[in-house]
């Protein structure tokens, strides 16, 4: 495990938390080779002019939040942010909104937006009985109303990742059915080897991370990267 992985989990650890927020999940997928977003954390709207200089529009802002766990049933998550006074904007407005509910928000995530491309997910879980395993499949509404996904024990091979794609019932939307572009499979199977692989993030933490959601994984011609991210730990982890 890279020196990096190990860090964030410690710091975890040492918390006492039970969860990795979406900038330490990013932070952790990057130190394994998975892309992320560039991006930088706030707290509050005095510190958007010097992270945007850092920063290519358009913007996403997000809030970190542990009451806000699906950000979008907030209101939570603005795209397509031109400039500095859009990203404000967002910010207050999400802010009222969060307010109104009895949150107050400490920390935004602003980053870059990823190029438009076909929505993955990847997951991971570890099974009591199989231990760590491997989850995949298209985002939306194939996952969360057709259930079309396809499950591995780790670690997996690189033909098991190619195999957990093709059996997808949806499968065709990576190779450009219905006047889509094709997009890169081949990236989607380097997160999969990535997180499930032999030397995997999901394979080689099985005794410190208890579940792994990426969703969504944005997957174009050439790219894939992660531009949502949450871990559970397990909760033994008096160790070290
Ligand atoms: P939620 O907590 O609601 O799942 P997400 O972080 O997944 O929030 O953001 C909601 C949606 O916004 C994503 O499914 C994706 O379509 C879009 N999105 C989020 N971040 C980015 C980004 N950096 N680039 C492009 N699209 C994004
Ligand atoms: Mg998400």
Redesign the pocket.
């Known amino acids: 495990m890279s020196a990096d992985a190990k860090e964030i989990l410690k710091a975890a650890r040492g918390q006492g938390t039970s969860s990795l927020d979406?900038p330490a999940g990013k932070e952790l997928l990057a130190s394994f080779g998975i892309r992320v977003?560039a991006s930088r954390v706030v707290q509050g709207a005095a510190g958007l002019p010097e992270a945007i200089a850092t920063l290519r529009p358009p913007y996403?802002l997000?809030v970190v939040s542990a009451e806000v766990?699906?950000?979008?049933?907030f209101g939570?998550?603005r795209?397509g942010l031109k400039n500095l006074a859009a990203v404000e904007q967002a910010l207050a407005e999400i802010d009222t909104a969060l307010n109104a509910k009895g949150i107050v928000a400490q920390r935004w995530l602003i980053?870059?937006?990823?190029a438009?491309g076909l929505?993955v997910v990847i997951g991971g879980v570890v099974d009591p009985e199989f231990g760590p395993m491997i989850m995949t499949g298209l985002?939306g509404v194939f996952v969360e109303v057709m259930k079309d996904v396809s499950f591995r024990i780790c670690p997996i091979t690189r033909l098991d990742a190619v195999e957990m794609l093709a059996e997808l019932r949806g499968a065709a939307l990576f190779h450009g059915a219905r006047g889509r572009t094709p997009v890169s499979t081949d990236t989607i199977i380097e997160v999969l080897l990535k997180i499930g692989g032999e030397n995997g993030l999901l394979t080689r933490n099985a005794d410190e991370i208890a579940e792994i959601d990426i969703?969504?994984l944005?997957v174009t011609p050439d790219s894939a990267?992660a531009?949502?991210a949450r871990f559970i730990l397990q909760r033994n982890m008096e160790r070290g």
């Open positions: 979406e977003p996403v997000k766990i699906h950000k979008s049933d939570a998550v795209v980053e870059e937006m990823a438009s929505e985002g969703n969504p944005i990267t531009v949502d």
